[in-house]
């Protein structure tokens, strides 16, 4: 008996009894569902906060350094990252927040913050038309190369700006359009906590889907912080390396000078931080949640494999005089055990497709309403899905198929 | 010799006091192209003896020669490609698959062959054409009266062309009009050179065999050719 011949078989007597089947593929249908649509999503989430570190920007270092004495470090800090030379560094730039009012015209930023409130409908869903208040950042003229921005029309920021406390400023792509809609906003000024600051450039934008994005930035020189944000200290840089091994190289360099500055932490505190291991983290904290959750979501599986195992000996039981009519007519043994694993295969094989089916919806569902986000299940996780399922109607369906083949003939043609 | 059977036992519990001896010593042989009917009050051992013959079961003691092969020596597996090319059973109830149609059940022999599509359904329709019932291979068993099944079930046995038919009250569970209709199908084959042994415990039934062989406690009592009742 050929494997077609054997399928054909099992497929007549899987429809010939089309109720108890479906049952005994549900438990493998919730399993494989689950464990799809978790993993699916996990690894979603995982993508797209990957996407996000690499739009920021690959090979970044974050240092922060405050001293105890209200001595300012900044000077120092900013020195030395310059002084690493261009083999290790593509770029340095101090950075910190700012927080002020900006209008332009009958926009601005205190009506924007009142939209966060009408964020979600009535029904959950975000409205995306809503515009959102900019974060406002300091920077040097290297804020685009340190934060992977590349400049779409107008200018980056300058040295002599800087130097000059010039009232200038350059736009995220989301913040443009905010404030300007489609005119083109180079040359415009902007009213910042009442001070008029001029527009000369405009980054391209990196994250067109969503509104808290990275694009919806203001960037002032950070020389001007005494003007918008007089008192406050910069303690803040961002340090981009040459490449992957030249951040690790500036971040233990960093962490010396850092530790020399603050006397070993008794005189200050501070950090450095490398993107590099943040992406690392968030790599192995979704490995980590996949299996957790997947493991999870496998027990289910397992005890829809038990379920088959369960109707297939029942199946064998019932099927004792078929089984021996078979052997009567010539079935070797074998056949007998190729007939009831195909079956078992066959039953899992046809859950796993439903189960597949009900997964790739409950990611995208999962996907839109947990994390609001446009998910699909990848093929590898799809075929893999499926394959799991197949093998597990071939595991569990071994005992009774083994226990069918060992039925004697003339006892099996005696049962009723 | 077609079948062989030299000093054979069938013992159940042997050596126990619930011990049974199904089968006490029997010694037959049968040449190709007999008809013989092995007859026998219930308990006196004929179904054991159908089950020996028909390689379904092992004997305790005793040689069984098939065609001149020792079956003892046999696996499994063997043992089921004699059942399968040497032997065509037909069972008292039919034992036709009940969610496989007339044709499939036909062809199941055939399958267990490893014959091909196109020819297995040519062999199965011929089979099915010499029973009478060429025009009903989609119903399923159930939908067929007993004497329509026990056909099928003749069509099944023959399909593979066998040198034995191995016959098991075929007609216990039909009425005595369709019952001569079997037995005379058996008579038919037997003239067209098939080896023919029907079971039986009914003596006007056993009158359609050349040959009567009769069993008591396991024993061969009696073991005569007679006049044949044609049908």
């Known amino acids: 008996m050929n494997i077609r011949q054997a399928m054909k078989m099992a497929f007549k007597s899987i429809l010939g009894n089309k109720g108890r089947s479906f049952l005994t593929m549900l438990g493998i249908i919730i399993g494989i569902a689950s464990v799809m649509t978790i993993v699916s999503t996990i690894n979603g989430m995982n993508k797209r906060s990957l996407e996000q570190m690499e739009a920021m920007g690959t090979n970044r270092i974050t240092v922060s350094v405050y001293l105890y004495n209200g001595q300012n470090a900044f000077e120092e800090m900013y020195d030395y990252c310059n002084s690493l030379g261009s083999k290790l560094v593509q770029g340095v730039t101090p950075t910190g927040n700012c927080s002020a009012t900006v209008v332009y015209g009958s926009k601005s930023s205190a009506a924007m913050e009142k939209n966060q409130q009408n964020m979600f409908n009535g029904d959950g869903t975000q409205n995306s038309n809503v515009a959102l208040p900019p974060s406002l950042y300091y920077g040097s003229d290297q804020y685009g190369v340190c934060n992977n921005f590349q400049i779409a029309s107008g200018r980056e920021l300058s040295n002599i700006d800087i130097k000059n406390y010039n009232q200038v400023c350059v736009l995220g792509a989301r913040a443009a359009r905010n404030f300007f809609d489609y005119a083109d906003p180079i040359g415009k000024e902007l009213q910042v906590n009442g001070l008029p600051f001029t527009v000369v450039g405009v980054y391209a934008e990196k994250d067109p889907d969503s509104q808290w994005s990275m694009d919806n930035i203001i960037v002032f020189p950070y020389s001007v912080s005494r003007l918008l944000s007089p008192g406050t200290q910069m303690n803040d840089f961002v340090v981009k390396a040459a490449n992957a091994q030249a951040s690790v190289e500036v971040s233990s360099r960093l962490s010396g000078f850092l530790t020399g500055l603050t006397n070993n932490g008794k005189s200050g505190s501070g950090y450095v931080d490398n993107s590099n291991q943040w992406q690392q983290n968030i790599n192995e904290q979704a490995t980590m949640m996949s299996l957790v959750l997947g493991g999870i979501a496998a027990i289910s599986l397992l005890v829809g494999g038990i379920g088959i195992m369960n109707i297939m000996l029942v199946t064998v039981t019932e099927r004792t005089r078929e089984i021996g009519i078979r052997r009567a007519i010539g079935a070797e043994r074998a056949s007998i055990v190729t007939q009831f694993l195909i079956e078992a295969a066959m039953l899992c094989g046809i859950g796993g497709l439903v189960g597949m089916v009900l997964g790739t919806i409950g990611t995208r569902v999962a996907g839109s309403l947990l994390v609001h986000m446009d998910i699909w299940p990848s093929l590898s996780i799809t075929v893999g899905a499926f394959l799991l399922s197949v093998t597990l109607g071939i595991a569990f369906g071994i005992y009774p198929a083994a226990k069918a083949s060992k039925l004697q003939p003339v006892e099996a043609l005696r049962a009723e | ?231």
């Open chain 2, 1 to 231: 010799m077609l079948v062989k059977l030299k000093d054979v036992y069938k013992i159940y519990s042997e050596g126990l006091e619930s011990e049974v001896r199904a089968l006490d010593g029997v010694s037959l042989e049968i040449e190709r192209g007999e008809f013989v009917a092995v007859v026998g009050q219930s308990g006196s051992g004929k179904s054991t003896m159908m089950n020996v013959l028909g390689c379904l079961d092992i004997p305790t003691h005793g040689e069984y020669y098939l065609d001149g092969t020792d079956v003892r020596e046999l696996s499994d597996k063997e043992l089921s490609h004699i059942r399968n090319k040497q032997i065509g059973f037909i069972f008292q109830q039919y034992n036709l698959i009940q969610n496989l149609n007339v044709l499939e059940n036909v062809e199941l022999p055939l399958i267990y062959q490893g014959i091909n599509a196109d020819d297995r359904r040519e062999m199965a329709l011929e089979a099915l054409e010499r029973v009478g019932l060429s025009s009903r291979i989609k119903h399923r068993p159930s939908e067929m009266s007993g004497g329509q099944q026990q056909r099928v079930a003749i069509a099944r046995a023959i399909s593979t062309h066998p040198p034995i038919i191995m016959a098991d009250e075929p007609t216990g569970a039909l009425d005595s009009h369709t019952g001569k209709e079997v037995l005379g199908f058996l008579q038919q084959l037997n003239k067209e050179g098939s080896t023919v042994i029907l079971i039986t415990h009914d003596n006007g039934i056993a009158a359609t065999a050349r040959r009567c062989v009769r069993l008591a406690d396991g024993k061969i009592v009696e073991d005569r050719l007679q006049e044949v009742d044609w049908l």
